[in-house]
């Protein structure tokens, strides 16, 4: 990165800032001198904002979850369906589906898809932890909440063979038209996967 004309304090802030997803030098630079101005009102609560996760933030020992309680927030909610654990790749995706209220279940964050080309095999995800929780007589149902991609389908798959023994329903998000979608926009796959997963109208 170019250096510029502040003090290193303000170029190793350039250079954090930097480091995070979607900014690169020259939005970090924009950044810097936003929380610069705004010292007071933004960066001071923003230092203790990060100060307080460094100290509190822990990843949820059964589900994989990041909170501040361990278990997290949504294991130990009495008022979630024990019967049914969504499958997500990530945090994020898991953060998605709570956004979207789209189900009031427990979740399992696998870290992860399989990827032999990247060298993340299944020892390398939370996938054994999985087994056992499903194994769990109240758990009815593993919902697969992964990528329709290729490592994303071929984690369900691998997933869904450890669970044949197991006393559950195994089940995967549906691929089709996005709600609002129009048909002509899709592309070949998602209106192939469409008509593959059409339902009883
Ligand atoms: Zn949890």
């Known amino acids: 990165m170019p250096t510029i004309s502040a003090g290193p304090e303000i170029e190793r802030l350039i250079q954090l800032l930097a480091r995070l997803p979607g ?66 790749a990530d945090v994020a995706d898991l953060w998605a589906l709570e956004r979207a209220h789209a189900i009031n279940a427990r979740y399992h964050v696998l870290g992860g898809i399989l990827s032999p080309l990247d060298g993340i095999g299944p020892d390398d ?48 998000l549906a691929h089709g038209v996005p709600v609002g979608g129009e048909l002509d926009y899709l592309d070949e796959g998602t209106l192939a996967a469409a008509i593959r997963s059409r339902t009883p109208f």
């Not at 769990?136 to 490592?151: G, Q």
């Open 23 to 88: 900014l690169g030098p020259r939005s970090a630079r924009r950044a810097a001198l936003f929380l610069i101005k705004k010292r007071e009102l933004l960066m001071a609560p923003l230092a203790a904002a990060l100060q307080t996760a460094i100290e509190k933030i822990a990843v949820c020992r059964i589900c994989g979850n990041i909170d501040t309680q361990n278990p997290c927030t949504l294991c130990t909610d009495p008022r979630r369906d024990d019967s049914a654990i969504v499958v997500v």
């Open 125 to 172: 995800l939370s996938i054994a932890a999985l087994i056992k929780r499903a194994s769990d007589p109240a758990v009815k149902e593993v919902i697969l909440a992964l990528s329709a991609t290729v490592e994303g389908q071929s984690t369900a798959h691998y997933i869904t063979d450890l669970l044949h023994d197991a006393d559950v329903r195994v089940t995967r």
